[in-house]
């Protein structure tokens, strides 16, 4: 079922479709409010954001700009590995709620330094943000239900979007 429904979440962003939920005798062929499809309204998730919650300034790479957009299905208590991403990119939760947690301190040139937690975000469902770069993370979803978002990288061709700790 996570494979069928991140098959349809991708589709949708890809083509750009709009949803529209109806009611009545047009019900019937559309999707309704029992389906296990998110819906989403039409608007602006963000408009002129120009710094991540952090409050770093969006920058984009120098040189061979390239997007990486990638849709994320957590269960419930999943924890990432300590990491960073070298780039900002808009995110959005669809499901669930994300928990970020930063190490705010510690240089990202320093990964095998044991890494602690300064500050938590959480973010969620309908809540888009900027994704924060250069900063050592741990992310979870400490929620009860699937965490399901999505996020696009502003990143360089050929280059990784992620980091991880070495141990």
Not at 51 to 68: H, I
Not at 128 to 157: C, Q, R, Y
């Amino acid at each position: 079922m996570k494979k069928i429904t991140l098959l349809l979440i991708s589709v949708l962003f890809t083509n750009c479709v709009d949803i529209d939920v109806k009611s009545g005798d047009d019900a019937k062929n559309h999707l309704d409010s029992s389906s296990s499809m998110p819906f989403f309204k039409t608007g602006d998730l963000m408009t002129n954001v120009s710094e991540d919650p952090m409050g770093n300034v969006l920058d984009y790479p120098d040189s061979n700009a390239a997007v990486t957009s990638q849709v994320k299905v957590w269960e419930s208590g999943f924890k990432s590995p300590w990491h960073y991403h070298p780039y900002s990119g808009p995110a959005y939760i669809i499901q669930g709620e994300l928990t970020v947690n930063y190490d705010t301190e510690t240089s990202i040139d320093d990964s095998a330094t044991e890494k602690k937690i300064i500050k938590t975000q959480t973010f969620k469902k309908g809540e888009a943000f900027l994704g924060i770069p250069n900063t050592w993370h741990v992310s979870e979803n400490s929620g009860s239900e699937d965490l399901i978002f999505m996020i696009h990288w502003l990143g360089e061709k050929d280059k990784p979007v992620a980091f991880l700790e070495e141990k």
